[in-house]
T-cell receptor, first 112, second 112 residues
Framework: QKEVEQNSGPLSVPEGAIASLNCTYS??????FFWYRQYSGKSPELIMS????GDKEDGRFTAQLNKASQYVSLLIRDSQPSDSATYLC????????????FGQGTELSVKP | DAEITQSPRHKITETGRQVTLACHQT?????MFWYRQDLGHGLRLIHY???????NKGEVSDGYSVSRSNTEDLPLTLESAASSQTSVYFC???????????FGPGTRLTVT
């Protein structure tokens, strides 16, 4: 089992819809979770951090964390074509000597 | 404005040559990291530093070295470049005590 797993996609949604991106992780002791957005040819950009169970909202973005299920997700409401990018889930893994481990990313395509 | 920069942005070198990639940040962040990103492997940690004179190996450190003589800079050296080191290299930094990381624009390295 990979330490951080994401569906590679591509995930295609129509403009205005809700995009749901999912991530599972292996270390039950992890406490810190992040979502990065990466446009093609660009560097990853931190868009959300979440540390507690439940939902965290920032504008059109909502991060959801369920530590019991070892599951973190990102919802993008009212998706726009400008949201088309690869979304990387990152988990701080204590059992790896304290390192941020990235999933391989989910490619999101928002169709006008 | 505070920022993180990488140079050069593109580099072509020959097998066996020593190459140094520069990373400079003006956020006064204690933590600095080097990653490589390849199709099928995602972001992989090469080396990292939690402060001046501190350096640590990541998961793919063979053939790479770093040194940290001040807070602002963490240069990455490829001792003897190999074709397997053709990749996009990202530097990142973060505050002490925080697991959030902020990425530089990247360096695309080609080893021929």
């Amino acid at each position: 089992q990979k330490e951080v797993e994401q569906n590679s996609g591509p995930l295609s949604v129509p403009e205005g819809a809700i995009a749901s991106l999912n991530c599972t992780y292996s270390d039950r002791g992890s406490q810190s979770f992040f979502w990065y957005r990466q446009y093609s040819g660009k560097s990853p950009e931190l868009i959300m951090s979440i540390y507690s169970n439940g939902d965290k909202e920032d504008g059109r973005f909502t991060a959801q964390l369920n530590k019991a299920s070892q599951y973190v997700s990102l919802l993008i409401r009212d998706s726009q074509p400008s949201d088309s990018a690869t979304y990387l889930c990152a988990v701080f893994l204590y059992n790896q000597g304290g390192k941020l481990i990235f999933g391989q990313g989910t490619e999101l395509s928002v169709k006008p | 404005d505070a920022e993180i920069t990488q140079s050069p942005r593109h580099k072509i070198t020959e097998t066996g040559r020593q190459v140094t990639l520069a990373c400079h940040q003006t956020w006064n962040h204690n933590n600095m990291f080097w990653y490589r990103q390849d199709l099928g492997h995602g972001l992989r940690l090469i080396h990292y530093s939690y402060g001046v004179q501190d350096t640590n190996k990541g998961e793919v450190s063979d053939g790479y070295s770093v040194s940290r003589s001040n807070t602002e800079d963490l240069p990455l050296t490829l001792e003897s470049a190999a074709s397997s080191q053709t990749s996009v290299y990202f530097c990142a930094s973060g505050r002490a005590g925080s697991y959030e990381q902020y990425f530089g624009p990247g360096t695309r390295l080609t080893v021929t």
